[in-house]
Each structure stands twice: as C-alpha cells, then as structure tokens.
T-cell receptor, first 111, second 115 residues
Framework: SQQGEEDPQALSIQEGENATMNCSYK?????LQWYRQNSGRGLVHLIL?????REKHSGRLRVTLDTSKKSSSLLITASRAADTASYFC???????????FGSGTQLTVLP | DTGVSQNPRHKITKRGQNVTFRCDPI?????LYWYRQTLGQGPEFLTY????????KSRLLSDRFSAERPKGSFSTLEIQRTEQGDSAMYLC?????????????FGEGSRLTVL
C-alpha cells in the first residue's frame, strides 16, 4: 500500500507559470522527500524536509510541510518545458528504513 | 559513471520462465533497496539490505522472488516461474550511512515484460 497520495494526479501548465503539487500521508514521519521521474527512467531526488521543518527551498523548488495536517506541497516556480515529468512524494516513517512513495503527479509544461 | 547501474534494462520473457536482475550500487553505499513500479503508479518497496544482510521484506515479495547481496556489494533479484502480473519496472536504489533514511539514489530500472 502507498503511504502518500499526490494531488492532482495530472497537471498541465504553460511555460513560465508556477506548478503546485500536494501530498498527503497517513502515519507519523521522520522526513518527507520529493522525487522526479522522467518517462521510462529512474527517480531523481529533489529535496528532503525533516518533520521539525516547515519550509525549505532549493533553486526554483519550495517545499512546505504541515505535520498537523499530514500534508506537504511542492511548488516549482517559473516552470520550463524540461520540468515535464512525474513527481512523487516519499515518506520515511519511524524506524523503517524504506521510503514509501505516493502515486505521483504527472506534470506537463507546455512551451 | 559512478551512479547506480542496473542490468538488463529490458527483459521480455515467457510466462513460467525465470529471470534475474542485477544492481550495482554506488560503491560506498551500504544500503540497497529494490522497488517495483507499475505503469501510472509510484514505486512499491520490495526489500532492503544493510550491507549483506536482508533486513526488511515486503509482503509483495512472494516465495517466487528472492534477492541476494553477497559480500555487501552488488545485488540480484530473481523471479522464478514468472507470471504476467510480474510485468513492471524493477528499480534499485542505494543510500549511504546509518540512521534515518535520507536521499535514495536510483538506477534507471529494469523493465520486465512477461508474455
């Protein structure tokens, strides 16, 4: 079963616009991570936010975490066609060593 | 290239045949993970190694699946008596260190098609 659920399942925007994806999860976590996957390829780590952090930035990425609502959001600013990919949140709960991934948001950025 | 390497990248087999996938992690990483991903879904955890010890296994890993990591280096995932439902992308990832799970470094995956 998957711990996280992303919303929306699919998002289509114009180049230059901002893209926001949301992730909800069910159990307590140590950290939450976002990954990107281009079609047919492996996943690439984007950013990690710990349970005691509320916001984190990396380049054009901004991640927020609300542990009271068990939710996170990923904002990509000034999107580019090259940002077209699937985006997954992954949670690392408790003492478990594996990450549990959500079902992903498919982002399409139109040139 | 010093990233995670997976072979073969694509495998087509007939139902009932055995298949084996290999993963070479980043050399200094002591943690190694196998995930399975079907179309339109996120990766699902299969199993995890800390060095050569297999510490966690998902209920998804039926008795037809076996994974090894001899000497704590490369790992193999074998599927015996393949079924059409085994068709998926099999992803390997590695990570360094101890403590909480941080960033995973993924390979490009091995895509299995069972006819």
């Amino acid at each position: 079963s998957q711990q996280g659920e992303e919303d929306p399942q699919a998002l289509s925007i114009q180049e230059g616009e901002n893209a926001t994806m949301n992730c909800s999860y069910k159990t307590s976590i140590n950290n939450l991570q976002w990954y990107r996957q281009n079609s047919g390829r492996g996943l690439v780590h984007l950013i990690l936010i710990r349970s005691n952090e509320r916001e984190k930035h990396s380049g054009r990425l901004r991640v927020t975490l609300d542990t009271s609502k068990k939710s996170s959001s990923l904002l990509i600013t000034a999107s580019r066609a090259a940002d077209t990919a699937s985006y997954f949140c992954a949670t690392g709960p408790g003492s478990a060593r594996q990450l549990t991934f959500g079902s992903g948001t498919q982002l399409t950025v139109l040139p | 290239d010093t990233g995670v390497s997976q072979n073969p990248r694509h495998k087509i087999t007939k139902r009932g045949q055995n298949v084996t996938f290999r993963c070479d992690p980043i050399s200094e990483h002591n943690r190694l993970y196998w995930y399975r991903q079907t179309l339109g879904q996120g990766p699902e955890f299969l199993t995890y190694f800390q060095n050569e010890a297999q510490l966690e296994k998902s209920r998804l890993l039926s008795d037809r699946f076996s994974a090894e990591r001899p000497k704590g280096s490369f790992s193999t995932l074998e599927i015996q008596r393949t079924e059409q439902g085994d068709s998926a992308m099999y992803l390997c990832a590695s990570s360094p260190g101890q403590g909480e799970t941080g960033e995973l470094f993924f390979g490009e995956g091995s895509r299995l098609t069972v006819l």
